[in-house]
């Protein structure tokens, strides 16, 4: 039956198979682990849908715990937790899994689970009806968050009427439209072969992975999905006054997608700027003027684009001046930030990097995404060398560059004293 696969060891525990269809399975055993964590990666989340399809990756993702042709949705739930494991799944802009984590003795039953939720679904028109009122609950309670809303809206703002600005839960005019026939037709266009990864790391071996993979997913046709409508950064403004205690305010700029050489240096400007405590703005922000709670940067990178942003909450009254510090911190920093900070903001990045991988969730995680960004995993050395390879002029040339980009703005609650589009693009050098 393997006479058709291809398998390569990228490392010494490390092992890949590409089916005949184009479905690739990965795994990773861990010496010493007892438990199993094992997945499916899917390369197609929010953006890859249609106007009318807002919230349908999402919704998907419910809709796979609701029962198959063999299954309940209580018996799903039963056979994971009957021997003391957990089952989830998760919705991105670019991609949606399905994992698991039990005993690794359970490892086979798991992926029999999450490889029947993927394939043999039912879509009952009851589950379905009553699984899209509980997505139009979670709609409202992200409506009832302003600092929920407030990124939402940053981020429809930066990409208007693009797919990949769309809030991933979608729309209730959207939400209320679905049937099956509609996630029948998302499926069989976006699920394809080539777009799927299953993982597996921790006490698993990879000759029974691959063996469920090829029982699961083996007879999906090789068909060739669509690809997902380019993001193209715009920049704008979404001003929402509310009647609240606090305002919230999101002003961001165009960021890097991954593939791009300057990804790093751009990620480490952010951690510089407000990624820590020791960070430019948290230290002026919270500790010395006491403007907010919390205050942070953040670069988001997709396959072909990405957004930067910085996130605070304070209250009205305050907000002009929260703004003046941010908006001149940002430029003073990309102007001269130091060889210390820098090196902070290295050792802060393979902290996270490292400690990730220590866990088998980790692993499949990295694993997975890699293999769909990639087509290969990195291995953390790799990483760690371009991390190390970023410099100071590197990161203050990827900030002045980003410094040019048109600014977006998002801001709720009392933001009367907010100031215009173009005083912020001034402040910042963008204008």
Wanted: charged fraction near 25%; charge should be negative; aromatic fraction near 6%.
């Amino acid at each position: 039956m393997n006479q058709h696969f291809s398998t390569h060891a990228a490392s010494p525990d490390l092992r890949t198979t590409r089916l005949a269809n184009g479905v690739t399975v990965v795994t990773e055993p861990m010496p010493g682990v007892a438990t199993a964590s094992l997945g499916v990666w899917v390369g197609a989340g929010s953006r890859n849908e249609r106007a009318d399809e807002a919230g349908l990756s999402h919704l998907i993702e419910h809709m796979a715990f609701k029962g198959t042709r063999t299954r309940s949705a209580q018996r799903i739930a039963e056979e994971i937790e009957n021997v003391g494991g957990e089952i989830n799944a998760a919705t991105s802009t670019e991609g949606t899994s399905y994992t698991a984590k039990v005993l690794g003795e359970d490892a086979g039953l798991a992926l029999d689970v999450i490889g029947d939720i993927l394939t043999d679904s039912v879509f009952d028109a009851g589950e379905l009806a009553r699984e899209k009122g509980v997505i139009l609950q979670e709609y409202a309670a992200v409506e009832d968050t302003p600092d929920d809303v407030v990124y939402d809206a940053f981020t429809e703002a930066a990409f208007p009427d693009q797919p990949v600005g769309r809030p991933i839960l979608g729309r209730p005019e959207t939400i209320r439209s679905f049937d099956e026939a509609g996630i029948r037709a998302y499926l069989a266009r976006e699920y394809t072969p080539d777009r799927i990864v299953v993982a597996g790391a921790g006490a698993v071996t990879h000759e029974a992975i691959v063996e469920a993979a090829e029982r699961h997913f083996g007879a999906l046709p090789a068909t060739v999905a669509p690809a997902a409508v380019p993001g193209l950064y715009g920049g704008g403004e979404r001003r929402m006054p509310r009647k609240l205690e606090q305002a919230n305010v999101v002003i961001g700029l165009p960021g890097l997608s991954f593939r791009d050489d300057r990804y790093y240096a751009l990620h480490m400007f952010a951690q510089v700027l407000g990624g820590g405590l020791t960070s430019r703005l948290w230290q002026e922000v919270r500790e010395t003027r006491g403007l907010a709670y919390e205050i942070q940067a953040f670069h988001w990178p997709f396959s072909d684009c990405g957004l930067f942003g910085i996130g605070a909450g304070t209250a009205g009254a305050d907000l002009p001046e929260l703004v003046d510090v941010t908006l001149a911190a940002t430029a003073r920093a990309a102007r001269d930030l130091a060889e210390p900070e820098i090196a902070r903001a290295k050792a802060q990045l393979k902290v996270s990097l490292l400690s990730a991988l220590e866990t088998p969730g980790g692993r499949i995680e990295r694993n997975a995404r890699q293999i769909l960004a990639w087509g290969r995993v990195i291995p953390a050395g790799e990483v760690i060398d371009k991390v190390d390879a970023v410099t100071v002029a590197d990161v203050r040339a990827a900030a002045a560059a980003m410094l040019k980009g048109a600014p977006t703005l998002a801001a709720i609650g009392p933001i009367r004293k907010l100031p215009a589009l173009d005083k912020i693009a001034a402040a910042l050098g963008t204008a």
